[in-house]
């Protein structure tokens, strides 16, 4: 009933920029949280960066002052501007929303996640 597509990854070189976009569609009410993770092979699924309905951004220490999480509410879209990229921003990224759906309530949606390749 929820979808969430994400685009833009890709191969980057160290102190480059890439800019993540993620689109929901389907049966929505609303969405409270939108943000980003990302998973290393052989590593758990970690934060990036969160923004909740009206709130603030949230970021994980190690992307503060690179990253930049914004949201286009109209479109129910969240975005991640990476700068300064490095070898160990290097996952799979994936987007989260907390949506809203008609009957069933709130429930965690995932995209499908997008690679990023810091490399020379």
């Known amino acids: 009933q929820v979808q969430l597509v994400e685009s833009g990854g890709g191969l980057v070189q160290p102190g480059g920029s890439l800019r993540l976009s993620c689109a929901s569609s389907?049966?929505?009410?609303?969405?409270?949280?939108m943000g980003w993770y990302r998973q290393s092979p052989g590593k758990q699924r970690d934060l990036v960066a969160t923004?909740?309905?009206?709130?603030?951004?949230n970021y994980a220490d190690s992307v503060k002052g690179r990253f930049t999480i914004s949201r286009d509410y109209a479109k129910n879209t969240v975005y991640l501007q990476m700068n300064s990229l490095k070898p160990e921003d290097t996952a799979v990224y994936y987007c989260?929303?907390?949506?809203?759906?008609?009957?069933?309530?709130?429930?965690?949606?995932w995209g499908q996640g997008t690679l990023v390749t810091v490399s020379s």
């Open positions: 989260n929303a907390e949506v809203v759906i008609p009957i069933t309530g709130a429930v965690d949606a």
């Open positions: 389907g049966s929505i009410f609303s969405i409270y949280t």
């Open positions: 923004i909740a309905s009206g709130g603030s951004p």
